[in-house]
């Protein structure tokens, strides 16, 4: 009763001040987060009640207020809070580099590896057999010549595959969960973010020589994609060797220093032309294993500081779903989500025979992978980038997958830490964010 | 939030990462030197922030653009947001019961006489150097008198760290910061309500009534909505998330009504320390975020600041740190002498309130952010420039002025060696600060010191200087029957 209280009292805010209001498009923002933070927590509090992950409740909160329905944060307010977004990604990034023992990557590195492959191939290789199967009914691919179809089928696929580590990453904070089904799943999940980056790269090449687009775009050399990946690791590696020897040697004022170094870390990723989440998640990893035993407190500080960022973060993805695309595209969209999810299905359990995975995970782990958020949404606008028409109906169309795998997807992570027994029902209902 | 600049270029630096890795450097420099600056030099560190701001800002490097400084207005709004609330959050109704009727009463003469003083002097100096027409001088006059007003604690933390007793003085010393920040931030608030440009898109603008009722208002929802939304939660996370909230939608809706964010975060504040069971949490989560806060906002102030060297400039600058610092403490002075209270507080208290700091730059950043106000530029050097000056001699001022009176009992102690035992039982800075900067030697603390002294009140805390000693010899008294001290 008290967050539906809290929620109409909020929207009597907005109601009242959005007409006598004409302040900076600065105030609109702040007032717009502090909105956010408030409604969205409220509202995956209430997620809860009815057995949903409180992301959830996020992303619906978003939708609610975002412009497809209240239009509380419209689409400037939602570029000016792009900042946030990085930010989080950046912390999301970091923690989950920072959870990952040095024993435990050698102890399970190969198995990780293996069962990453698995499911990256297969559920690939079955977006593209689905995307050439419905070619003609696909805006973009009607009438193009077989060539251009396999280019941008394959292109498509190698968006398509990618995970969501922010998602991934949330349920277990919120969980508290750390056994096998939720470590395989994080191992995974990071891993593959970061063979995507690859194979994105590589899809885009080959589209490039199969169709190659109009306006030129941005080319983008082989050493460059190296670059993106292994100067990621140096820089992630520098920058986590700086913070450990903070942690030895200052470990004072944490919070401020965990924003600090997020923000640092996704700003100088950013200037360098390296991959963000990669530089981010070898700093966590590096500070965590060379910490001195210190990383433990960084993480809780960068959680707490975390916490409103993560809300806002999720509630802004769910302000950019487009119900209306999901509606129009929906005959598109069904057999793409359940080909993709088969596909993740078949290549773990082909994974998992493979690395002789535990049981559980084995039977569990596919149903972490489900999610799809920011990074997903990031590769189909370099994709708009490049093919400026072509690109714009391929990302309306990811954008409709995005919206249903990222409200399913968390639903059904948060079932297989239930029924694996490494979560209770009630320990959705505490802490995390 | 990017620096504009040519995309050829391989290393683009944004005006972000600059302001991340200055702030940074700057922030582990000071805090590790902050400590030791304080108890050695009894030095306030903060206004180095503001220089380093100027020298990064358009007007000497160009480091970081005009653009760039503009866009980091929701930070400066937050800012201020936070810093109007960490005042507000003094104001704990059963504390501000106990204190005498004699001591708010030499605190709000003294506030109001330099409000009144400075305005005065603003009023007729703006219009005389062609600064502003006479109709519109009466605006940037009020908001220099509200700022003149603002005095910072910082130099009161520090001269008297760690210290568990406490002379009438250091009360009334406490009482008139609070109450200063009180009246400052009332008449800005009310000045905004009164200038407020009336909204097009309203059916019937409000009355300048009810845009003060607004923004009070305001601050009422944002306490409100944060015990609702924090329930019976305990929990540092939540109450971070809840915090944050309410002091984001509350300075960000107060900014977009274009009223006082201060103000209504004062009132969050208020509404806070009055009704929440976690005060101390709250607190505890406030001071971790505050000083950084602060450094930010002095850092983006040094940015946006257009210091002008025009004689009629620098004339309105000297007669406002005149005229301030005259008011301040004659009209200490005066009202003490006035209400016969001169035994306990002696005659020069009024000096320990000339340092200006934090609220100063929030009030004259809310002020100077709004186009549609006069001279926002001139009251911003104004501002500016009393903090520079003050700043950093806070807690040598806040001495200068107690040295007087707290002095006799200093040697009191220096005479009784089991008063002596217990003081140095309270913190290592004793004996330093001691011989450093002849402050009375300070005990251990017991609580978190605020405006309006620690958490409990312990009897002794009250005292007279007389009944100090009086209590001094009750227990000599004691002692010698081998009762328990």
């Not at chain 1, 502090?34 to 978003?62: D, H, M, N, Q």
């Not at chain 2, 400590?35 to 220089?51: D, F």
């Not at chain 2, 019937?204 to 923004?215: L, Q």
């Not at chain 2, 200006?356 to 952010?369: H, N």
């Amino acid at each position: 009763m008290r967050r539906v209280i809290v929620l109409m009292l909020l929207y009597l805010l907005m109601q009242a001040v959005l007409p006598l209001g004409e302040g900076t498009p600065a105030a609109l923002v702040l007032m717009a987060f502090g909105f956010l933070i408030l409604g969205a927590y409220s509202v995956g509090e209430l997620a809860t009640t009815v057995r949903l992950p409180k992301i959830v409740g996020y992303l619906v909160a978003g939708l609610a207020v975002g412009p497809a329905a209240l239009n509380f944060v419209s689409v400037p307010v939602m570029e000016q809070l792009a900042p946030v977004s990085e930010l989080a990604i950046a912390l999301i990034a970091f923690l989950a580099g920072a959870e990952l023992q040095i024993d435990e990557v050698r102890k399970r590195g190969v198995l990780l590896l293996k069962m990453m492959t698995a499911e990256l191939s297969v559920s690939f290789i079955g977006i593209v057999v689905v995307l050439v199967s419905l070619h003609h009914y696909l805006p973009f691919l009607d009438g193009a010549p077989w060539a251009e179809v396999i280019g941008f089928s394959i292109l498509f696929a190698s968006v398509a595959v990618v995970h969501s580590p922010a998602v991934t990453m949330a349920l277990l904070s919120e969980s508290g969960a750390k056994g096998v089904v939720a470590r395989t799943t994080l191992g995974v999940v990071l891993l593959a973010d970061v063979a995507v980056v690859l194979t994105f790269s590589g899809a885009l090449a080959l589209t490039r020589v199969l169709a190659p687009p109009t306006s030129g775009g941005p080319v983008v050399s082989s050493w460059a994609v190296l670059w993106e990946i292994g100067g990621a690791v140096l820089v992630g590696a520098v920058l986590g060797a700086v913070v450990a020897l903070y942690l030895r040697f200052i470990k004072r004022e944490l919070f401020i220093f965990a924003i600090l170094v997020a923000f640092f870390g996704a700003e100088i990723a950013g200037l360098l032309h390296v991959e963000t989440l990669l530089t981010l998640l070898v700093a966590g990893f590096v500070a965590e294993n060379a910490g001195g035993g210190e990383g433990e407190h960084l993480r809780h500080a960068m959680e707490r500081a975390g916490a409103p960022v993560f809300v806002v973060f999720f509630a802004l993805a769910g302000a950019k779903i487009k119900p209306e695309a999901v509606i129009q595209l929906w005959p598109l969209v069904i057999p793409i989500v359940v080909v993709r999810a088969a596909g993740i299905w078949a290549g773990t359990q082909l994974g998992a025979w493979w690395a002789k995975a535990e049981p559980a995970a084995a039977k569990y782990t596919w149903m972490g992978l489900i999610s799809q958020a920011g990074v997903a949404i990031g590769l189909s606008s370099v994709v708009a980038n490049v093919y400026p028409e072509r690109g714009e109906e391929m990302r309306t169309l990811f954008l409709a997958i995005i919206a249903i795998n990222e409200t399913i997807g968390p639903i059904l992570f948060r079932l297989s830490l239930l029924r694996s027994g490494e979560a209770k029902p009630e320990s959705f209902r505490g802490g995390g964010h | 939030m990017t620096s504009p600049c040519s995309p050829l270029s391989p290393f683009c630096v944004s005006a972000s990462l600059v302001l991340i890795i200055v702030v940074a450097t700057a922030y582990l420099a000071t805090h590790l030197l902050y400590e030791w600056l304080a108890k050695r030099l009894l030095i306030v560190s903060g206004a180095e922030y503001l220089v380093l701001g100027i020298l990064l800002g358009p007007q000497v490097s160009g480091v970081i653009s005009v653009e760039s400084a503009e866009s980091f207005g929701p930070i400066v709004v937050l800012g201020t947001g936070w810093i109007g609330l960490t005042v507000g959050m003094q104001f704990y109704l059963p504390r501000l019961v106990r204190i005498t009727g004699l001591t708010f009463r030499l605190a709000v003469i003294e506030s109001l006489v330099t409000l009144v003083v400075v305005t005065a002097a603003m009023w007729w100096v703006l219009p005389t150097l062609g600064l502003t027409s006479e109709f519109w001088a009466i605006v940037p006059a009020i908001a220099l008198g509200a700022i003149a007003v603002a005095s910072t604690p910082s130099g009161l933390d520090i001269a008297l760290r760690d210290r568990k007793r406490r002379e009438p003085v250091v009360n009334q010393l406490e009482t008139s910061l609070g109450v200063n920040a009180f009246v400052a931030v009332m008449t800005i608030g009310i000045l905004f309500s009164w200038v407020h440009r009336a909204p097009t898109s309203a059916l019937r603008p409000p009355t300048p009534t009810e845009w003060a009722v607004i923004t009070i208002g305001v601050g009422v929802l944002g306490g409100a909505l944060f015990h609702l939304f924090l329930g019976e939660e305990r929990k540092v996370d939540r109450l971070v998330v809840s915090l944050g909230g309410a002091i984001i939608l509350a300075s960000g809706a107060a900014a977009y009504l274009n009223v006082s964010p201060v103000l209504a975060t004062l009132v969050v504040g208020i509404v806070l320390v009055n009704t929440s069971r976690g005060r101390t949490e709250l607190r505890t989560v406030l001071a971790e975020a505050e000083r950084p806060f602060y450094y930010v906002l002095l850092l983006l102030a040094g940015l946006s600041w257009r210091p002008s060297t025009s004689f009629t400039v620098v004339a309105v600058v000297l007669l406002y740190l005149v005229t301030r610092t005259m008011s301040k403490v004659y009209a200490a002075r005066a009202t003490t002498v006035w209400n016969k209270a001169t035994p306990q507080l002696g005659r020069d208290w009024g000096k320990a309130l000339i340092g200006q700091g934090r609220l100063t730059v929030a009030l004259a950043l809310d002020y100077a952010r709004r186009p549609e106000l006069p001279i926002g530029d001139v009251v911003f050097t104004a501002a500016l420039a009393s903090v520079l000056l003050t700043e950093f001699a806070a807690a040598r001022l806040v001495r200068a002025a107690l040295l007087p009176i707290v002095e006799p009992l200093r040697d009191l102690a220096h005479r009784l060696p089991w008063v002596d035992a217990t003081e140095e039982n309270g913190a290592s800075i004793t004996s330093e600060n001691a011989a450093v900067s002849g402050v009375f030697v300070p005990p251990q603390n017991e609580g978190a010191t605020t405006l309006f002294g620690p958490e409990v009140d312990a009897p002794a805390q009250r005292a007279a200087p007389d009944q100090t000693v009086d209590k001094a010899a009750d227990s000599v008294s004691n002692k010698s029957k081998g009762e328990p001290h």
